[in-house]
């Protein structure tokens, strides 16, 4: 069956320590996207990817980092440069940059940090 | 940064009963998209309305959006237990980084027996 795999779903670090989250697709979507969500909160856009080797800054991207080498791949580093890394995050993805496609999601990586 | 709310934030109602959110929002779009989010897991899309539409329709949801007032409305009709979860209206402007949605904050429905 087609989908995002995001992994692991919990996820437990010390403070001062980068973390990697996984996030994997075979939609064959060109775009991808890390969201941020916080309790009773809506979602807020960390970084995206229309292509291969290239990505985009989103309303929240200080202290956290991505990479796109591959299609099927973008996966997300919360570094200890960012204050409040104790969230939900989601990745997701589109067929195109158009305007009409949706956005297929994870079932999101629950990140604590003590 | 957030370019409109949903309300009610939260919602209870009889299961048969009918379920209506409101999404407002700032600037222009492109379309607007509405996305249900069970707790824990990721959102799910329902439905999608363009800009140039006024109402559109699938299954037991009706979402209709006045450009004129920046708000758009889901209504879910005969609702049921299983509608329990959070709804999500997310806005594609139509100017600039045309793949970015911005999302509200949502409504928690909550149905009962």
């Known amino acids: 069956d087609g989908g995002i795999t995001q992994s692991p779903k919990y996820l437990f670090r010390k403070e001062g320590q980068n973390v990697t989250l996984s996030c994997e697709q075979n939609?064959?979507?060109?775009?991808m996207y890390w969201y941020r969500q916080d309790p009773g909160q809506g979602l807020r856009l960390i970084y995206y990817s229309q292509i291969v080797n290239d990505f985009q800054k989103g309303d929240i991207a200080e202290g956290y980092s991505v990479s796109r080498e591959k299609k099927e791949s973008f996966p997300l580093t919360v570094t200890s440069a960012q204050k409040n890394p104790t969230a939900f995050y989601l990745c997701?993805?589109?067929?195109?940059?158009?305007?009409?496609?949706?956005?297929?999601f994870g079932n999101g990586t629950r990140l604590t940090v003590t | 940064s957030q370019q409109g709310e949903e309300d009610p934030q939260a919602l209870s109602i009889q299961e048969g009963e009918n379920a209506t959110m409101n999404c407002s929002y700032k600037?222009?779009?492109?379309?607007l998209q509405w996305y249900r989010q069970n707790s824990g897991r990721g959102l799910v899309h329902l439905i999608l309305?363009?800009?140039?539409?006024r109402e559109k329709h699938s299954g037991r949801l009706r979402v209709t959006l006045d450009t004129s007032k920046k708000s758009s409305s889901l209504l879910i009709t005969a609702s049921r237990a299983a509608d329990t979860a959070s709804y999500f209206c997310a806005r594609r402007g139509d100017t600039g980084t045309a793949s970015k949605l911005t999302f509200g904050t949502g409504t928690r429905l909550q149905v009962t027996l």
């Open positions: 309305i363009r800009s140039n539409e």
């Open positions: 600037t222009s779009i492109n379309n």
């Open positions: 939609l064959n979507h060109d775009a």
């Open positions: 997701a993805s589109s067929t195109t940059q158009g305007d009409r496609s949706p956005l297929h």
